[in-house]
């Protein structure tokens, strides 16, 4: 599929978007085989710096629900890891499925796990917005933290209880104080990373991804709670699940994926 000019990636079936992207040849997400990865020692933990203080608002965008963080300034940030710049948050998200069988995006060693925290941020020493950063090469740092059903993630609870008020594609309420960092595993020494896209439109391959090697925790009812949101406005007759907000996977294309970890 890379060799050809265009490679087909099968959107999700609601994403109106194109179904070819020109010269894709490091698209995401993709399944990481373990036994492929490659150590690499140069690679660093990851230093992350979040001011719960800059999260402004929690929304539904008809694909996902974003949590928004002011990146108008270098509160909340992301260095090390393979990373030689210093990147801004700007949002994170997550992908779920109708089911706890499936709903991530990457997949290691082809196991798929129920639904995928991604932490989206900036290269802030190369670029002055998002919306530059995004169309660039090494313009973004993706976190991704796969999900499992288990007990209930007492720092997530706050997020679950706003859901119901943006139920809605295109609700926004306000939303102060979360501190993302919670969100994150216990080690976060341990990840695999590679050079991929935007998993949704504009796809465009400017993400260093940086996927954390240990899972969270979450309950089956505040994974329900995800289910309950809809990817249709309040005006659209036929309400849909928001569920299955994942993008098929992606050819691997000769990249390498390298580990911090033996
Ligand atoms: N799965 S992923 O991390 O690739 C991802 C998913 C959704 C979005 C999003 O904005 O909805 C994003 S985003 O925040 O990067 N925005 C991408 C679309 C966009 C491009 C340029 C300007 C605004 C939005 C990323
Ligand atoms: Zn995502």
Not at 241 to 262: I, P
């Amino acid at each position: 599929a890379c060799s050809s000019k265009y490679v087909l990636s099968q959107m999700h079936p609601m994403w109106q978007g194109p179904l070819a992207v020109p010269g894709g040849d490091r698209q995401s997400p993709i399944d990481i085989t373990v036994r492929k990865s490659v150590f690499d020692s140069e690679l660093k933990p990851l230093v992350t710096n979040y001011d719960p203080n800059t999260c402004q608002q929690i929304w539904n965008n008809g694909y996902s629900f974003l949590v928004e963080y002011d990146d108008t300034t270098d509160k909340s940030t992301l260095k090390g890891g393979p990373l030689k710049d210093s990147f801004r948050l700007c949002q994170f998200h997550f992908h779920w499925g109708e089911c706890n069988a499936w709903g991530s995006e990457h997949t290691v060693d082809r196991r798929l796990y129920p639904a995928e925290l991604h932490l989206v941020h900036w290269n802030s020493d190369k670029y002055s917005l998002f919306e530059e950063a995004v169309m660039e090469d090494n313009g973004l740092a993706v976190i991704g933290v796969f999900l499992k059903v288990g007990k209930r993630h007492e720092g997530l609870q706050k997020l679950v209880d706003a859901l119901p008020a943006i139920r809605h594609k295109g609700s926004v309420v306000e939303f102060n104080r979360f501190d993302p960092a919670c969100l994150l595993p216990i080690n976060t020494d341990d990840y695999w990373t590679y050079h991929g896209s935007l998993t949704t439109p504009p796809l465009t391959e400017s993400v260093s991804w940086i996927i954390m090697k240990q899972h969270i925790e979450v309950s089956h009812d505040q994974l329900a709670v995800f289910r309950s949101l809809l990817f249709t406005s309040a005006e659209e007759e036929a309400q849909k699940s928001m569920v299955n907000n994942f993008r098929v996977q992606q050819a691997l294309c000769g990249r390498t994926v390298r580990s911090s970890f033996t």
